[in-house]
């Protein structure tokens, strides 16, 4: 079992910034794939950003440029850095990571809230 716990989210005024986390109860190395996506009061949960355990990082068109996807193996976290708010990223960001070993399994995190307001 794999437990995923997001922080970082908050209020932000356009054009700001902020940093999500999310730690992981085991070694980040023995996940395949660790993502950030998105629950928007329009839409339903949108990906935005991965990064595989090779280092393979995807970025979705509606941030690129803006924000990025990183990990600390260290720390058994991944980070999500969000420059260049808007109004649009409001949201419910979710930490999920797919482990694989003879079966594929998905863990999600409870979800950290973004607001972006002025």
């Known amino acids: 079992q794999v437990q995923l716990v997001e922080s970082g989210g908050g209020l932000v005024r356009p054009g700001g910034s902020l940093t999500l986390s999310c730690e992981a109860s085991?070694?980040?190395?023995?996940?395949?794939?660790m993502e950030w996506s998105r629950q928007t009061p329009r839409h339903e949960r949108d990906f935005v950003a991965s990064?595989?355990?090779?280092?393979?990082?995807n970025i979705a068109d509606s941030v690129k440029g803006r924000f990025s996807i990183s990990t600390d193996s260290a720390k058994n976290a991944v980070y999500l850095q969000m420059n260049n708010l808007n109004p649009k990223d409001t949201g419910v960001y979710y930490c999920?990571?797919?482990?694989?070993?003879?079966?594929?399994?998905?863990?999600w995190g409870q979800g950290t809230p973004v607001t972006v307001s002025s």
């Open positions: 990064i595989t355990k090779y280092g393979s990082i």
């Open positions: 085991v070694n980040i190395d023995s996940l395949f794939v």
């Open positions: 999920h990571a797919v482990k694989i070993t003879t079966e594929r399994v998905d863990y």
